[in-house]
Structures are given as C-alpha cells and as structure tokens.
C-alpha cells in the first residue's frame, strides 16, 4: 500500500506562494497522485491530479519529480481562505486499488 | 443542485442501535463510496461501489454493511452501534473507479452514547 507522508503543519502569510510536499516512496507504477483541501464541517474537495511532470490548473500546480517517490502542490498567492487541512493521496492504479489519505497539511494562512 | 447528498446531517444515539445513514449523487457517476474521520481527522476509506457491485471492502467490522440499491445510491447500514462507531461519515462518487476525482458529501456526525 502507497503510504504519504507529510508536514503536519505549515504556516503562511497572504500573498505568498505555498509549497506543500507529500513523500509517497512505494508509489505503484499506475497509481496517481491526488491532492484534496479539506475545511472544517466540510467533506474534502478536489483540486489537483497529476501523474507525472507538472500539472497545473486555476487554482494549484502539481510537480511530481521522474522518479515520482514525493510531489509538490504548490498555491500561488494564498489568501485568508485557504486555510484548510490539504491531503495528499496516492491510488488509482486498479479497481481495487486502496486508496489512503494521509494525515493532511493543516495549513494556516495569516493576514 | 447538491451533486453528493447525505441524511442526515447529524445522528445521534444510543449504543446497541441500529442506523442508517442514505447517500444519493446526481453526477451519474459510476462509483461511490463510504469513509470515516474519527477525532483525529483521519480519513479511512470503508467501503466502494462500482456499478452496484463491491469492489473495495476495507477491515470493518460486519456490523457495517453497505447497500446499493442503484449506482446513484450508496446506503451505510450499522448495526448494534459502539462509542467507537462515533465519527464523521462521508459519501462520495467518482466517474469511475480508476482515477476519476472523488466528490464528497457534506458529511454525516453520528454520535454514539
């Protein structure tokens, strides 16, 4: 099984670009790699998926390196409501494919 | 329109109960599943539906048993309800099983006292 590894906590200020790393080491050959923002009384909320290189779309990028064992979710100009827990997921790769959430980001955004 | 749905929002009982919790999605999606966020804000995936059929059935106790009456609903049927049964159940659906992007419901808090 694909485990993910990541910070706890990070702290960040309005404006400023966020980079959250997430360590999958067994990352299985098919598997993707998904990134989830979770707020408060919320279910989570996709944002991104990627399987190799870079990926971006409106609201993040994804940059997964060749060898595809940690991937980066980088938001550019984070503001107040970003604050939010952010999950790192590795799975996909079959139907029956475990798919397991790590601990989460919980990342903190101040004025 | 509410692409995932849950009901009800908030459960709460009494252990060695019986409950259900109903999950409907609109997304005509093929896949929908069950997980749990306990107190330390884990999210464990349960259960996954593909198509009506079981495809992901993770160590839960039989006490849990989900049921799919078409692959627009995905109900969590528990029975004989435990304190540790206490959590955050949400539902969620994907095109399909494979590496669609989930979508979730708002979540259901059952309460068991």
């Known amino acids: 099984l694909a485990k993910t590894t990541q910070p706890i906590s990070m702290d960040s200020y309005e404006g400023q670009e966020v980079n959250i790393t997430c360590s999958h080491n067994n990352i299985a050959t098919n598997d993707y790699i998904t990134w989830y923002q979770q707020f408060p009384s919320q279910g989570p909320r996709f944002i991104i998926q990627?399987?190799?290189t870079k990926v971006t779309n409106e609201v993040a990028s994804l940059f997964i390196p060749a060898d595809r064992k940690s991937s980066t979710l980088s938001l550019p100009r984070v503001s107040l409501s970003d604050t939010a827990v952010y999950y790192c997921l590795v799975g996909g790769s079959s139907s029956a494919s475990k798919i397991i959430f790590g601990s989460g980001t919980r990342l903190s955004i101040r004025p | 329109d509410t692409a995932v749905s849950q009901t009800p929002k908030y459960l709460v009982t009494q252990m060695g109960n019986d409950k259900s919790i109903k999950c409907e999605q609109n997304l005509g999606h093929d896949t929908m599943y069950w997980y749990k966020q306990d107190s330390k804000k884990f999210l464990k995936i349960m259960f996954s539906y593909n198509n009506k059929e079981l495809i992901i059935n993770e160590t839960v106790p039989n006490r849990f048993s989900p049921k799919s009456p078409d692959k627009a609903h995905l109900n969590l049927h528990i029975n004989s309800l435990e304190l540790g049964d206490s959590a955050v159940y949400f539902c969620a659906s994907s095109q399909d099983s494979r590496r669609g992007e989930q979508y979730f419901g708002p979540g259901t808090r059952l309460t068991v006292t």
């Open positions: 990627g399987y190799k």
